[in-house]
Nanobody
Framework: QVQLVESGGGLVQPGGSLRLSCAASGFTFRNFAMGWYRQAPGKERELVAVISSGGRTRYGDSVKGRFTMSRDNAKNTVYLQMNSLEPVDTAVYYC???????WGQGTQVTVSS
């Protein structure tokens, strides 16, 4: 069955960095665009970044210039490098295979001093 497993979340101070990973299985990973979304308490889920099957990326306005999404098709994994983190980046981060019903369980990112 399809599985998307996020990891790498945690507590970080403002200005710090984290790298999230999402390991995929159960489908032909290289053929799918993948996305990272996030949801903060009391807010709607929002797009963070998307990467096409060919590696083209698109970012939400609030993370442009700070976050970088990449993929490793040999490892069936996507990554989200997050730099210059701010308290407003605090949220649960989810991985998804774009245009499918498949989502990971989420990983908590907390930015606080």
């Amino acid at each position: 069955q399809v599985q998307l497993v996020e990891s790498g979340g945690g507590l970080v101070q403002p200005g710090g960095s984290l790298r999230l990973s999402c390991a995929a299985s159960g489908f032909t990973f290289r053929n799918f665009a993948m996305g990272w979304y996030r949801q903060a308490p009391g807010k709607e889920r929002e797009l963070v970044a998307v990467i096409s099957s060919g590696g083209r990326t698109r970012y939400g306005d609030s993370v442009k210039g700070r976050f970088t999404m990449s993929r490793d098709n040999a490892k069936n994994t996507v990554y989200l490098q997050m730099n210059s983190l701010e308290p407003v980046d605090t949220a649960v981060y989810y991985c998804t295979a774009v245009a499918t019903r498949y989502w990971g369980q989420g990983t908590q990112v907390t930015v606080s001093s």
